[in-house]
């Protein structure tokens, strides 16, 4: 029985099992994806895709496991990497070059060659690794990141576009860099932005696009460019018991494919458009089930005790991010639904390891197992062996149903592995 679980009891998301089950055989903490859920959104965005050439281009850093990776290329998207290890599994998983965009920031020499030797396109955002990359490549190909000094997300620490941050390129500097890439010949095959994660309207990010359309008209071989990319940071509901209403994808497709199409026809644009979404299409297929160990009131303040440290979830700590919880109850039998104010913490020794604070919920009892929903974009993929925890193990709920082991749990082996002798 469930304390709380309308939710995931609504989508089916346990298919054949329950969390008690999977933690009963795969153990706790453990992060469990939905394949449905995921094919589900990569196929809202795929037909986002009206316009000639207009793409979706998965942010790999969201969730890397191979596994959803696999099935993120089966349903028509392209990837993204922003490291050496991103653009391994890319490729591992059957990612072609031309489908890959290497994204940089900030990053070394030998890792600039590391992506030209694989044959991608190489975005950078600054003039000085413009320099750098061009002459790595002279006469070759490049992309290059802007900043369309507006952003847009729910914490400052997401917003990547505007003034106060460190990413892009400033327009107003176009004359130096045409200069850089006439001094070695290179091609400006692609320019990019991105505005910031977890925008729940459009408009500002149309207006964001439209600022880089006009940048494109700015350049002298505006026939060479092979890609505009408009970043991507679209929102996903969060607080799935408030009802919170979804990112309006009809209206937000109309408008982007309406401005994409006029402009392209306009100008006579032959190349792609790239949207670059990844939490949209990785965070409602994930969450995270853990396991309550204790539970205790300091003063007036109750708090659950639990194994989910921010080792396991660092959202909620990095960025005070919002997580709706289900609660799990062997012998729960449907009476005494009382909500208090509660606190959920982690095992971690640190004031800030917390993942709910302050919140109304049924009272959670020791053993019970809660989840934390819409854990599957930037979950596992921000985990850690601080204090030197375990990582958790990852299972998919396949189509059928049937839960598939797609990451096992560390080992304390693991851990010693990188240690020489």
């Known amino acids: 029985m469930s304390v709380r679980s309308e939710y995931t009891d609504s989508i089916n998301f346990y298919g054949k099992e329950t969390p008690h089950s999977l933690i009963e055989k ?142 892009g390129v400033d327009p107003e500097k176009l004359p130096e860099l045409l200069q850089i890439l006439d001094k070695y010949n290179v091609k400006l095959a692609g320019i990019n932005h991105h ?20 940048l494109a008209l700015r350049l002298p071989h505006f026939d060479d460019l092979e890609i505009i990319d408009f970043g991507g940071g679209f929102g996903i509901p969060y607080h799935k018991y408030e009802k919170q209403e979804r990112f309006d994808l009809q209206a937000f497709s109309k408008l982007l494919n309406e401005t994409l199409s006029a402009w392209a026809k306009e100008y006579h644009y032959k190349g792609k458009f790239y949207l670059e979404p990844g939490r949209y299409i990785a965070a409602e297929c994930g969450l995270i ?28 700590m990095l960025y005070d991010s919002f997580h709706d919880v289900e609660i799990y109850r062997k012998d729960f039998d449907g009476q005494n639904t009382e909500e208090i104010e509660q606190t959920i913490v982690g095992n971690i020794c640190e004031s800030g390891d917390i993942i709910v ?24 993929s921000m985990s850690s062996n601080y204090t030197q925890r375990l990582k958790p193990a990852e299972v998919l709920i396949q189509k059928d149903g049937s839960a598939k082991l797609i990451r096992r749990r560390d080992t304390f082996e693991d851990i010693f592995a990188t240690i020489p002798e």
């Open 195 to 214: 505005i910031g994660s977890l925008f729940m309207e459009g408009e500002s990010y149309i207006v964001a696009a439209e600022i880089l359309l006009d």
């Open 357 to 380: 604070k302050n919140r109304v919920l049924p009272v959670i009892k020791e053993n019970d197992i809660i989840a934390m929903l819409d854990a599957g974009a930037y979950g596992f």
């Open 26 to 167: 795969f153990g706790s903490p453990l992060y469990v994806y939905n394949e449905n859920i995921l094919r589900e959104r990569c196929k809202d965005l795929v037909g986002l895709c009206k316009t000639e050439g207009l793409h979706i281009n998965y942010s790999a850093k969201a969730n890397a496991n191979p596994h959803l990776l696999k099935i993120v290329k089966e349903e028509g998207c392209l990837v993204d990497a922003m490291s050496p290890g991103e653009l391994y599994l890319d490729m591992k998983v059957g990612y072609k070059p031309q489908e890959v965009l290497y994204v940089c920031n900030n990053v070394s020499i030998d890792e600039m060659k590391n992506a030209l030797e694989k044959g991608v396109l190489i975005s950078v955002d600054s003039l000085l690794q413009v320099e750098q990359l061009c002459q790595l490549n002279p006469g070759g190909k490049i992309m290059v990141r802007f900043n369309p000094g507006i952003g847009a997300g729910h914490s400052a620490k997401v917003v990547t576009g505007g003034k106060e941050t460190k990413f």
């Open 289 to 316: 089930l853990g396991s309550v160990y204790n539970t205790k009131t300091n003063g007036t303040k109750p708090y659950v005790g639990t194994d989910l440290g921010f080792n396991t979830l660092a959202r909620p």
